[in-house]
C-alpha cells in the first residue's frame, strides 16, 4: 500500500494551504498526519482523518474521502513552513507518504 | 506529560550491531494499551516504520528489515529496545521511539531522536 505526497507545495503567508496525500480506497483507513519542522521531531497535528490533539491550533484541519486525504492549514504562518507526512496502518505495517515539504512566501 | 529519550552509540561499524534504548517517562509501559514504535530517517529523507512492541512483548516489523530486527520490552525499567545486525552504510539515519502505531492509534509523543552513522 503506497501513499503518494506532493513534493512540495507552496503557500502566501495568511493564505490557505492544502496538502493531498493519495491512495487507493484512502477513505477506509484512518489517516494521520505528523508536521516536521527543520531538525526537530515529527510532531502529531491530525488523527484519526479529523481530529486535532490538544495544543494543535484550529488552523489546522483535515478531511479524507475517496482516494485523497487532505491537510488543510487555514491562515498560514512562518512558522507553519515544515515537512508534513500522512501515515496509515496496512497489511499490520504504519506506513508513511513521502512527505510534503510546506513553503510560506 | 508523555517523554521518550532515545540513547545508544552514535556510532556503529559496518556489519555489526545497532543497539539503541528508549526510555519513557510519563506512562507505564507495562499498564498501557499502547504499542512502542521504533522510526527511522536518513538524513534528507523521509520516515521509515522499523517495527514495535508491545507490553507482552509481543513485537511486528517493517517486512524489509524484519530479518535484521528484534524489538524487545523491559517493563521493570520501563524501555524497549532495538537491535539492527549487520548494519551498512544505508542504516545511517537519525533513529526515533514513539508511543503508538498500531491499528488507528498514531504516533502522538516521540522522542527527539538520535543519529546513529555507520562507518569504520
Known amino acids: 500500500y503506497e501513499l503518494t505526497q506532493t513534493l512540495s507545495v507552496s503557500v502566501a503567508l495568511g493564505q490557505t494551504a492544502r496538502i493531498t496525500c493519495g491512495a487507493n480506497?484512502?477513505?477506509?483507513?484512518?489517516v494521520h498526519w505528523y508536521q516536521q519542522r527543520p531538525g526537530q521531531a515529527p510532531v502529531l497535528v491530525i488523527y484519526?482523518?479529523?481530529n486535532r490533539p490538544s495544543g494543535i491550533p484550529e488552523r489546522f484541519s483535515a478531511s479524507n474521502s475517496g482516494n485523497t486525504a487532505t491537510l488543510t492549514i487555514s491562515g498560514a504562518l512562518a512558522g507553519d513552513e515544515a515537512d508534513y507526512y500522512c501515515q496509515v496502518w496496512d497489511s499490520s505495517t504504519v506506513i508513511f507518504g513521502g512527505g510534503t515539504k510546506l513553503t510560506v512566501l | 506529560q508523555v517523554q521518550l529519550q532515545e540513547s545508544g552509540p552514535g556510532r556503529v561499524k559496518p556489519s555489526q550491531t545497532l543497539s539503541l534504548i528508549c526510555t519513557v517517562s510519563g506512562d507505564s509501559i507495562s499498564g498501557s494499551s499502547y504499542y512502542w514504535s521504533w522510526i527511522r530517517q536518513p538524513a534528507g529523507k523521509g520516515l521509515e516504520w522499523i517495527g514495535h512492541v508491545y507490553t507482552s512483548g509481543l513485537t511486528n516489523s517493517n517486512p524489509s528489515l524484519k530479518s535484521r530486527v528484534t524489538i524487545s520490552v523491559d517493563t521493570s525499567r520501563n524501555q524497549f529496545s532495538l537491535s539492527l545486525i549487520s548494519v551498512t552504510a544505508a542504516d545511517t539515519a537519525v533513529y526515533y521511539c514513539?508511543?503508538?502505531?498500531?491499528?488507528?492509534?498514531?504516533?502522538?509523543?516521540w522522542g527527539q531522536g538520535t543519529l546513529v552513522t555507520v562507518s569504520s
Open positions: 484519526r482523518d479529523t
Open positions: 514513539a508511543r503508538g502505531g498500531q491499528s488507528s492509534w498514531p504516533l502522538d509523543y
Open positions: 480506497n484512502i477513505v477506509h483507513k484512518n
